[in-house]
């Protein structure tokens, strides 16, 4: 698999409005992987994001604040 890397502006606002759901990465202290996948808002560049105030993914980013977020459009198999 390709990773493709975008950095124009437009082309990233572009992907996020057609998305419909984003992956939320999160990893544990010890390394442990745990991805959500979450339905969003987004508005005048800000991403929303709609949570219980406690819980696994919680617990998570209060011993790891770093996280990702992955926007995937167009799942066609591609050979």
């Known amino acids: ?16 409005r057609k998305a419909s759901v984003c992956f939320v990465g999160l990893a544990d202290t010890d390394g442990t992987p745990y991805v959500l996948p979450m339905n969003f808002g987004y508005h005048a560049g800000n991403i929303y994001l709609h949570s219980a105030q406690e819980g696994k993914s919680i617990s998570i980013i209060e011993r790891n604040p770093k996280v990702c977020i992955t926007f995937s459009i167009d799942h066609d198999l591609v050979f």
């Open 1 to 16: 698999m390709k990773t493709l890397v975008h950095t124009e502006k437009e082309f990233i606002e572009k992907v996020i």
